[in-house]
C-alpha cells in the first residue's frame, strides 16, 4: 500500500501538483510513512522531506481552519438567523474566501521564513487552500439533507469527529500523549462554537428589540 502511494506520489508529482497533494494526502490520513520505490539520493531525499512538511504544514492549517472557522460561522449564523439559506451562503463564503485567504496566509508566512523554495511554498499554499476548501464544503451536506436545527448538531458532531482523529493522529507521530492533545483542540474548538452562538444570540435579540 505504502509502496503504490509512494510510486502514484512520485509519477504525479512529474504531471500534476494536485496529484501530488492529493497522493500524500491519502498517505498522511492512513498513518503510513511515506516512502518511494526508487533509487534517491540524499539531496532527493532532502526534497522530499521537506515537500512533505510543506505539504503537511498546508494540510494541518486547512483542516483546522475549515473545521473550526465553519462550525463557529454555522452555529453562529444559526443562532442569529435561524435560517438556512444564511448558513449556505456563510459556508460557501468561507470555502472560497477563507480558504484564499489562509493560503495567502501561509503563503507570505512560508515567505517570511526564508528558508523554503519557491515549489515549497506554493505546495503548501495549495495543501492549505484545497483541504479548507473541501472540509468547509463537507459541512454543506448535513444542512441540505436535514433540518437546519438537525443539521447542526451533526455538523457538530462530525467537525469534533474529524478534529479528535487528525488530533490523535499528529499526537502519535509527535510521540505526545494524544489525550492531552485531543482534549486541548476540542475545548478550543467548544470555545468557539459556545462564542458565537452566544454572540449569534446577541445578535438576534437586538434585532428583535429594534
Known amino acids: 500500500m505504502c509502496i503504490f502511494c509512494g510510486n502514484f506520489l512520485f509519477f504525479s508529482y512529474l504531471s500534476h501538483p494536485f496529484f501530488v497533494y492529493f497522493a500524500y ?4 490520513l492512513s498513518g503510513s510513512p511515506l516512502t518511494l520505490d526508487i533509487d534517491s539520493t540524499p539531496n532527493d531525499c532532502y526534497k522530499k522531506s521537506a515537500m512533505k512538511d ?3 504544514t498546508g494540510i494541518s492549517f486547512g483542516l483546522t481552519s475549515g473545521i473550526i472557522t465553519t462550525l463557529g460561522l454555522i452555529v453562529g449564523l444559526h443562532a442569529g438567523t435561524h435560517s438556512r439559506l444564511a448558513v449556505i451562503g456563510g459556508i ?3 470555502a472560497v474566501a477563507d480558504a484564499f485567504s489562509d493560503a495567502l496566509g501561509i503563503h ?8 523554503h523554495t519557491e515549489k515549497e511554498i506554493w505546495i503548501a499554499t495549495a495543501a492549505t487552500f484545497f483541504t479548507k476548501f473541501f ?4 459541512f454543506l451536506i448535513p444542512v441540505i439533507l436535514f433540518e437546519i436545527q ?9 467537525g469534533l469527529t474529524i478534529l479528535s482523529l487528525f488530533s ?3 499526537a502519535r ?3 505526545q500523549p494524544p489525550c492531552k492533545v485531543v482534549c486541548e483542540h476540542l475545548l478550543i474548538a467548544i470555545l468557539v462554537i459556545m462564542v458565537t452562538h452566544l454572540v449569534g444570540d446577541i445578535f438576534s435579540s437586538m434585532i428583535q428589540n429594534l
Not at 507570505?108 to 528558508?115: C, H, L, R
Not at 472540509?135 to 463537507?138: E, G, Q, R
Open 92 to 94: 460557501l463564503t468561507i
Open 108 to 115: 507570505i508566512s512560508e515567505e517570511s521564513e526564508n528558508v
Open 168 to 170: 490523535y493522529r499528529m
Open 150 to 158: 438537525t443539521a447542526i448538531i451533526v455538523s457538530i458532531a462530525f
Open 25 to 28: 494526502f491519502v498517505v498522511y
Open 135 to 138: 472540509f468547509a464544503l463537507t
Open 173 to 175: 507521530s509527535q510521540k
Open 54 to 56: 510543506s505539504l503537511t
